[in-house]
């Protein structure tokens, strides 16, 4: 979907959530009731996925802004800037350097950022053990999945390295007003706190890791958002403040997650649910603040005390209530089986792992339901040693996992045996070794599959323990391992590292989730009034 329709269906959706919440107000201006509804009557039989199809296929090509239009759109950077100063609390300090661009431009743009950094070997480590969980499938090529998304659609983009604002020349001065609301609140966040600082801290404190960097990004697109937003209501007289049910419809089981594009039906779940983070979560998240202490709570104190992990921005009230998720311990396999084993990865699979795990392999109901018990989870990935190429079907897993309930926990251990069948050729239920000692799990699944058996145990601490690959008195000897308080010497606590924010360290991914942005905008928001 352009931008023209995005800009179009995004009037039509604020104008409509206005009217439903504020019966009082006073009418909406002509300029954005007239062709808009016009279209919604028109379209009004057709299914929302054909509407979005048509807008896509009856699209022209666009037509190079006039020379005038291209002065008005520089002055009105100006203004527009000045609006987000205001309404997000960020003082302007210097004036916002701006460009237009061509789609040509843009291109080569995109094309040298992208040539900059090369995929390494942790990006292929973690696509390897994202296909061993069964949040990839095998034969997924990730790194050509995100190199080939279209990124044709850009309207106007902030670059934190040049600190200039670029605008498309082929996109029409009133479309790209909001855009540039968003865009230009980057600049202001930027001048008040150095973006590639604040995001990454130079990436040498021991103190951030991945989940935290992935937690200030929701915190950056998410009040970006929220301006954006305010820049549509604020022609009827209101802001997202004040009209909080135009975010909340996002949470509506139907039409979350309803982005209705290629590029999203053909994208794993974990590259869709990380990839609508930052915006659908952030903006979410911000609206949390908003209604629970106002724009200083939102905008400058989220500056000054971000979120530390990413569970805190899927659960504002952790965050509010500051609330800590414990590290969990996991057997290390080097000191227990001895060395014929290397560890080949090792993390955290966070909440919004879980959640993509449980609608890939299970359904969105579920996704949505059970991944808000998760409290924890830690994961550790080995390969016997050897010089030959690894694959995933090389890898031994080790995976615990906390719940915060005994029906959460029972409700995972079930899902995960029941996957199985989905992740490998072959499944077959098995018979496990009775446990005679005093400390049994509450139940425990043992299936063989062509990669070797996998095990599920279910403990009374709401804990499930998942072994896969390992033959099974190796499995036993990491079962009790991880029951045995007195063994600390063998444990280990993995770095605190979500294994889909892995994602994060290559640009092309950084561009899939704009685009994602760029969707959420123009489609859910529009599914979410009908």
Known sequence: MTMKDCFRLLLLAVACVCLSVAQQSDSIPGSLANSSNSQESQDSGLSLADQARRLRRDHSEERQMTEDDAKKLFAAVDRIVNFAAQDSGFPLHSTVKRRMISPDDLEKFEREKLSKHEYDERFERSELTMKKFGLLPRDFNLKEFLVKADRTEIAAFYDDETKIIS????????????????????????QNYDLQKWLRRGDTSANVNDESIAARRAIVEGQA???YLDYLLARIGRSVADTPGIVYRMEDPAVKYAIDSQLMHAAPMILREWGAFPYHDGLIFENELLQSGGKKLAFPEAF????????????????????????????????????????????????LDVRALLWQLGTRTLADDLSTKWQGGSYAAYRKKSPAAVASADLRLLYVSRWSTADAALRFAKFYAKAVARRYE??????????ISGDCPLSSTLISTEEGPVMIDLWKDNTVLVSESFDQASAAKLVNASRDLTQKSAMMFPAQQELGMRLDAVPAFREFQDLVGRELVSTVYFKSIK
């Open 426 to 435: 072959t499944a077959t239920p098995a018979t496990n070794t009775a446990c």
């Open 225 to 227: 958002t929220v301006v």
């Open 167 to 190: 605008m498309l020349n082929t996109i029409p001065f009133e479309q790209q007003e909001p855009i540039l609301a968003h865009e230009l609140t980057h600049a202001l966040q930027d």
């Open 304 to 351: 000054a005390h971000p979120p530390r992990t990413t569970h805190e921005v899927l659960q504002p009230k952790a965050y509010l209530d500051h609330q800590a998720i414990a590290p969990i311990a996991i057997p290390d396999a080097r000191v227990i089986l001895g060395s014929e084993y290397e560890l080949f990865d090792s993390g955290s699979l966070g909440e």
